[in-house]
């Protein structure tokens, strides 16, 4: 699990092709990997990856041909920042929302307009992702928790503050790029109960505490 704060912008080092898929090594920068080991895992730009191999300044991991066709990684090239986050320790604060690093699929970056000093990004998603986001609500896209501001079918927007954008792979983003989007979890395990007939039940206080009622 991840908490989609992004802990330093990495660079895709190089990309090796093995029998089919693809080994991606990347170049940490700053991110230390001391309390790393083999097997653990590390989101690459929002895809939970396992490190096979470290180095003093990177990791490399397998990326197989699902995960490439599915995600924003098969489109990578060598030089390319991508977010980088370690898996979330039992200790750590949860800045952001829960993050599983299962990407639910690929949107696309429709438009970026100034907000004072921030940015208000619009990004579109396919039908089939869109009804899991609703405004104030959590989405990760490219493994960065934002809260959604409004949704208008398949289109929804953030603002981006000057800290978000300059501390990840935003700053390299353009309209029409792919980002890779995961919804909150929450949304998936509600619409699994309703599916069964099981409409989950929330403490009135609960919704009075947040607001809700």
């Known amino acids: 699990m991840f908490t989609g704060i992004i802990q330093t912008v990495g660079r895709v080092a190089r990309l090796e092709p093995r029998g089919g898929d693809v080994r991606l090594h990347v170049d940490t920068a ?62 750590d604060r949860l800045g952001g929302h829960l993050v599983s690093g299962h990407v639910d699929g690929l949107g696309k970056v429709v438009s970026i307009t100034p907000d004072g000093r921030s940015q208000r990004w619009t990004f579109e998603v396919p039908a089939a992702i869109s009804r899991y986001i609703a405004a104030k609500g959590s989405v990760c896209i490219d493994g960065t928790s934002l809260t959604v501001n ?58 009075k505490q947040h607001g809700f009622a």
Do not use: M, W
């Open 150 to 207: 409004e949704v208008a079918g398949s289109r929804f927007g953030v603002n981006l503050i000057p800290h978000t954008v300059e501390h990840t792979a935003f700053h390299a983003r353009r309209a029409g790029d792919a980002v890779n989007i995961e919804v909150d979890v929450v949304a998936r395990y509600i619409e699994r109960l309703l599916s069964h007939g099981e409409a989950p039940r929330i403490d009135e206080a609960f919704l």
């Open 30 to 91: 700053g991110l230390d990997l001391a309390d790393v080991q083999l097997g653990d895992s590390i989101a690459v730009s929002g895809v939970c990856l396992t490190a096979i191999t470290l180095e003093p300044r990177g990791f490399s991991a397998d990326v197989s041909n699902e995960t490439l066709s599915l995600t924003s990684l098969g489109q990578l090239k060598a030089g390319d920042p991508v977010n980088l986050e370690k898996a979330l320790r039992l200790a």
